[in-house]
């Protein structure tokens, strides 16, 4: 057995668990490692579980602590933490949809919190073994790619997402030339985040977690470092930012 280190951000969720099942299984790896908010993820043992609240730094800061205990480097760093809608706000249809509150926490969500895990778990990657730095984006994030509007908050956060980590990539590529920083769109997939929208989802294009899960890690597993600061999609494809 490898003795490959793997951490998923948000393993209690959907698609953060099934992305946990397959790694579990994976002899590269030796040491899977899942952070949770609030519910430990259930296929893991509790020495492989990290507290982690995506929108508290001093929590990103204390979660790399602990990683550190155990581990000085990692090899494949996925984070699946996303956020669409609350029992308080949705997606906005409309302009005057907009309320700052809102705004600022799917923000905090789905942007700068990832940034700042990109801030404090940057240094595991400082290794001369191939890596890759993964974080779950979303096709609507994607400004050549937005002709029918809408989703204002989720669509904006998504695209900051995406440029902080196109702009970590570059710095990354000095600090850690062997790691493939990437942003990957999943898929519309049977979760609680799409649960509200799944009704207009084609049957075809709508994704189980597990399939879902199955098609990202075939994506990450053809990466190398030259791929480094692109956006793809489930199948492969590279989305236009």
């Not at 490692?33 to 990103?60: A, F, K």
């Not at 850690?176 to 799409?194: D, F, N």
């Amino acid at each position: 057995m490898d003795s490959k280190v793997a951490v998923i951000l948000g393993a209690s969720g959907g698609i953060g668990q099934a992305i946990t099942h397959y790694l579990t299984s994976d002899s590269r790896f030796a040491n899977v490692v899942g952070t949770y908010r609030t519910n430990p993820p259930s296929n893991l043992d509790p020495q492989c579980q990290i507290l982690l609240d995506i929108e508290d730094e001093e929590s990103i800061a204390a979660a790399a602590q602990k990683l550190r205990e155990s581990h000085q480097k990692v090899h494949l760093l996925v984070n699946t933490i996303g956020m669409l809608h609350t029992e308080e706000f949705g997606p906005e249809k409309k302009l005057q949809d907009l309320e700052p509150e809102n705004l600022a926490r799917i923000f905090r969500v789905n942007a700068i919190g990832p940034a700042l895990v990109f801030k404090h778990f940057h240094p595991f990657f400082r290794h001369d073994e191939p890596s890759i730095f993964a974080t779950l984006s979303a096709r609507v994030g994607s400004i050549g790619d937005n002709f029918i509007g809408g989703w204002y908050g989720y669509r904006a956060s998504k695209a900051a997402l995406n440029q902080f980590m196109r702009t970590a990539s570059i710095e990354m590529a000095r600090k850690a030339p062997q790691c493939a920083m990437v942003s990957v769109h999943p898929g519309t997939v049977a979760t609680a985040l799409s649960e509200p929208f799944q009704k207009n989802v084609p049957d075809h294009k709508l994704f189980s977690p597990e399939y879902s899960a199955q098609k990202i890690l075939e994506v990450l597993n053809q990466l190398d470092a030259s791929q480094t600061g692109k956006f793809f999609a489930w199948d492969g494809q590279e989305i236009p930012w």
